[in-house]
């Protein structure tokens, strides 16, 4: 508790209720945040820049898999097609930059809708590419590192051998009493 002046006397204060009070005062004027939709171009572009960040991640494993064609193959694969997918979202941001002019018009926005759930997909497929060229880089499992061959050769009887040996190794049948 703590005294202060005023002009009918002196008051006692609570000093930590009244901490307590003004601070529930203040958040209790606080708006809430409030969550917009992110801008579809600037989300479109931030997508397509990963898809060709994508492409430079490629890139930097393609020098790891030097030396095994198998590999690097492997790896150059996983390249091309994070460059088609980072061209096709080329296209799909263009197509988002062309639907924004009708904001208002809710084909557009189906439009821009579809576009851009191409485009998570092709960031979806970006990143199985990453993945897939670092496995490219660590597995090699389409070639065969193994250079000993042992092989087993087993002697072939002649065909009367043979004749002699299937008509000895029959069993007899059994004696039959009458």
Known sequence: MRKFPTDLGEVEVDVTAGIL???WLWLAATPAPV???PDPLVLARSQVRALYDGIEHIARVLPMAAGRAA????VSEKQAEARIGARLGGDEL???KANLQGKDDP???GERAYAQRRLELLIQRGGELERGARICVDEDRSSIDVTQVQVEIATIPAPDERQQ???TAQPTPPATSR
């Open 21 to 23: 009070t003004g601070l």
């Open 35 to 37: 969550t917009t939709a």
């Open 71 to 74: 590999r690097a193959s492997c």
């Open 94 to 96: 263009a197509r988002i």
């Open 107 to 109: 084909r557009a926005a």
């Open 165 to 167: 040996d299937t008509l």
